[in-house]
Nanobody, 126 residues
Framework: VQLQASGGGLVQAGGSLRLSCAASGRTFTNFPMSWFRQAPGKEREFVAAHRGNTDRTYYADSVKGRFTISRDNAKNTVYLQMNSLKHEDTAVYYC????????????????????WGQGTQVTVSS
């Protein structure tokens, strides 16, 4: 299984970026997929998740109303649309997928996820 994240880059505050994460090796249609991020000197934190077995989504309070997670099951891909970006959104963004039953229970924590992408850098200039 491989998760390939892309779409990061340098953007000015107030701008937008769209991250993509393509999964290969198996299908994850009914499993949660998510995005986490890690800023320099900080621990990795939850950003957003999509359940997969339903259309329910979850967001960290810091990104609610600005970020949108979506997925294209035909392409085995999850997206993160990031609008109104702030300097504090600067981080390496990681995608992840969980394949266990308790992945749904812990969906907004790292323990839910079994596979991780390599990360893509997002830098927001102020």
């Amino acid at each position: 299984v491989q998760l390939q994240a892309s779409g990061g880059g340098l953007v000015q505050a107030g701008g937008s970026l769209r991250l993509s994460c393509a999964a290969s090796g198996r299908t994850f249609t009914n499993f949660p997929m998510s995005w986490f991020r890690q800023a320099p000197g900080k621990e990795r934190e939850f950003v957003a998740a999509h359940r997969g077995n339903t259309d329910r989504t979850y967001y960290a309070d810091s990104v609610k109303g600005r970020f949108t997670i979506s997925r294209d099951n035909a392409k085995n891909t999850v997206y993160l649309q990031m609008n109104s970006l702030k300097h504090e959104d600067t981080a390496v963004y990681y995608c992840a997928v969980g394949v266990r039953h308790d992945s749904f229970t812990y969906i907004n924590t790292e323990r839910a996820y079994d596979y991780w992408g390599q990360g893509t850098q997002v830098t927001v200039s102020s």
